[in-house]
């Protein structure tokens, strides 16, 4: 957990680095941004029978000024991008961003003028979390996933953009 060296019982060393993003990884304030059938699955994934809480997510915050992880669940149309946009630029940095569901990734079954074609086109994305909808599973595990990227140093800032994919659980 980045600790480098620890000597006899009463030294450890390491790199404030390290405890720095050791506590962000440990406390996330996600940002539910559900806009469809992918926000039920992400509120289950929240709830007690899952409990995202037990991985550092427990403030669940509806103030972007207040969040560093961004969820989008669910179908973003062009009226509505402008928002998505405006949340995102309110949320201090660093801030990571997870694309939940086919509509978030690349429009799903929504081919049409409408509808936004992936939330790439507007915000950058960290994580991708592929199905329709997906499981509270595959959200739990795109989150560790992010905890892995925060737990290194990575942001949206340093990171390319749609670096992950995210596989099916089995």
């Known amino acids: ?3 480098e060296l620890i000597r006899g019982d009463n030294f450890v060393t390491t790199s404030l680095a390290s405890v720095v993003n050791w506590a962000r990884k440990s406390s996330l304030w996600p940002f539910p941004f559900g806009t469809a059938c992918c926000g039920i699955e992400m509120m289950a994934a929240l709830a007690s029978k899952f409990d995202m809480a037990r991985f550092g997510a427990e403030a669940v915050r509806f103030s972007p000024r207040q969040a560093d992880l961004l969820i989008v669940a669910g179908t973003i149309c062009n009226k509505m991008a402008p928002v998505l946009k405006r949340v995102y630029d309110q949320m201090s940095d660093p801030k990571w961003v997870i694309a939940m569901g086919a509509c978030a990734s690349c429009g ?6 409408t509808v936004v074609q992936g939330i790439d086109e507007i915000i950058p994305v960290d994580m991708y979390v ?7 599973q595959a959200l739990m ?4 996933r992010i ?11 340093l990171a390319p953009m749609s670096e992950s994919v995210v596989p099916l659980p089995v």
Do not use: E, K
């Open 130 to 136: 592929p199905g329709c909808p997906p499981s509270p």
């Open 108 to 113: 799903g079954i929504f081919d049409n003028y």
């Open 1 to 3: 957990m980045g600790v």
């Open 147 to 157: 905890q892995d990227m925060v737990q290194h140093g990575r942001g949206a800032s």
């Open 141 to 144: 595990y795109s989150f560790t």
